[in-house]
């Protein structure tokens, strides 16, 4: 028996697309010092919780086909510390905006600022990112959208399906 060459295409990509989409829960909350924290569940004395959602392996099948390509070739990860405030906020909203998929690691041990000096040699400076295999360090924002465009992030929003 042979299978049409469309129906053949159709059972593949559907195979793909279901079996490759990984998202997990991140909550973000904070403590009574006002300090923020990342995690997948909130500690039950949070005062103020916020839930996000970070996706990690191949991102969203309902994202447009540009930022899925890109995500895959040069994945988006962020470093920000509790101590970071504005700078980090804008980098977070940056991303948000352009509607970026990307991995946030919040600088708050001592093996967290070691990860981070595995990947960027010298002074921990937040915000930090890697795009790909390329490096970000502080936050101006002409510098990110340079990257991210060259990367091949859309620079509009596209309208997730």
């Not at 079996?19 to 004395?45: C, I, L, M, N």
Request: with cysteine; hydrophobic share 40%.
């Amino acid at each position: 028996m042979r299978i049409p060459a469309a129906l053949a295409f159709s059972l593949v990509a559907f195979a793909l697309a279901t079996g490759t989409v990984f998202a997990g829960k991140v909550y973000h909350w904070k403590d009574e010092q006002g300090r923020s924290h990342f995690s997948d569940r909130p500690p039950p004395e949070a005062r103020e919780v916020e839930e996000r959602r970070v996706f990690t392996g191949t991102p969203d099948p309902a994202l447009p086909f540009a930022v899925r390509q890109a995500a895959e070739n040069f994945p988006v990860t962020i470093y920000v510390s509790d101590e970071c405030g504005d700078p980090c906020e804008r980098a977070r909203a940056l991303l948000n905006e352009r509607r970026i998929p990307f991995k946030e690691h919040n600088l708050v041990t001592e093996e967290d600022v070691e990860a981070y000096r595995k990947v960027f040699d010298g002074s921990v400076t937040v915000p930090a990112a890697t795009v790909g295999t390329r490096q970000l360090r502080g936050f101006e924002a002409g510098a990110w959208n340079a990257l991210l465009d060259s990367a091949g992030y859309p620079r509009e929003p596209l309208p997730v399906r």
